[in-house]
Each structure stands twice: as C-alpha cells, then as structure tokens.
C-alpha cells in the first residue's frame, strides 16, 4: 500500500511537471507572437499611413515625378509610341544616372502608379510641388527640356502637349 501510495505521488509529480512545462512553452509562444507584432510595426504603420490615397499621392521622389510628367507628355498625345518610350528611357537614363534595367523599372512602376488618372495633365500640380521642394531651379529647367523632348519625340507636339508643357513652366515659374 505505501508503495502504491508513493507510486502515485510519483505520477502526480510527474503530471504537475508536465502542466507547468505546457504553461512554459504556451508563454514562449505568446511571447513570440507580441514580438513579431513589434516587429512590424514600424511596416504596418507605413502601410496604414498610405492606405487610402491615391496612387500618385505615393510619388515623393523627384526621379518618380519626373518620370511621371515625362509619360504625362507622352500620353497627351494618345498613345505612348515607341519613339516617345525610348526617348523618356534616354532621358532618365541620361539625367538620373540609372542602368536601363531600372530606368525600364522606374517607368513600369510609374505607368502602374498613373493608371487610373483621368487626363494626362492632373498630376502636374502634385509632381510640380513634389519637384519644387527637392531640386533647384537648374534642375526644373533640365526637367522642362526633358519634356520638351519627349513631346517632339515623334515630330511635332500636340496642342494637348503644348498645353502640359505651359501648365508645367507656369506651374514651376519657369
């Protein structure tokens, strides 16, 4: 009987060691849950900050707006051709230093971006200020010749190009 009896103890032991070790890991677990929710918090808050505006509201870098008024000229006078592609990809090429690789990229990531924008000029207030804020007024000029070779691309520009050309000069104070 007393061995029985200490046989039991034994397995109560046993069984309170196992509760306690299952209450450990079910911690560990919780622990790594709050850790991984620190972890992105810093990416869920940069994403929650950008849900809800509008595709070119995302464009902050003055290469991306560039790029934007370079395919907005482009597109003022129906479709981009060919000739107007390549000379947008010499341009960024040439002035933003980039492999063509990227400057292929950067003009996908752009296209993507102003999809949805209902006429080829709306942009230009925002990618205007966009640029004021970040490049001085050699490179706003550069920029307006960049343009303007994009819009003779495939012989003479369009009057809706010529209206996105003036709207862009007027808009920046050149």
């Known amino acids: 009987m007393t061995m029985l009896i200490g046989l039991l103890t034994i397995i109560g032991g046993i069984a309170a060691l196992m509760w306690k070790i299952s209450l450990g890991i079910q911690a560990a677990k919780q622990i790594g849950g709050v850790a991984k ?3 992105n918090l810093p990416r869920k808050m940069k994403f929650r900050s950008q849900t809800g505006k509008a595709d070119v509201q995302l464009i902050t870098d003055p290469r991306e707006a560039a790029a934007l008024l370079m395919l907005s000229v482009a597109r003022a ?7 107007q592609k390549d000379t947008i990809l010499n341009q960024i090429t040439g002035h933003f230093k980039l492999s063509t690789t990227n400057a292929e990229e ?6 993507w ?3 949805d924008l209902p006429g080829a000029d ?6 205007s200020d966009t640029l004021m804020q970040s490049v001085s007024n050699k490179e706003l000029i550069e920029l307006e010749d960049m343009l303007m070779q994009v819009a003779h691309a495939d ?8 209206q996105i050309l003036n709207q862009f000069a007027k808009q920046v104070g050149i």
């Open 37 to 39: 929710q620190v972890a």
């Open 77 to 83: 006078g129906g479709q981009v051709t060919k000739s």
């Open 106 to 111: 950067l003009l996908t990531h752009i296209s």
């Open 113 to 115: 971006l102003s999809k």
């Open 122 to 127: 709306s942009a230009i207030a925002k990618m």
């Open 155 to 162: 012989g003479k520009p369009t009057s809706a190009q010529k």
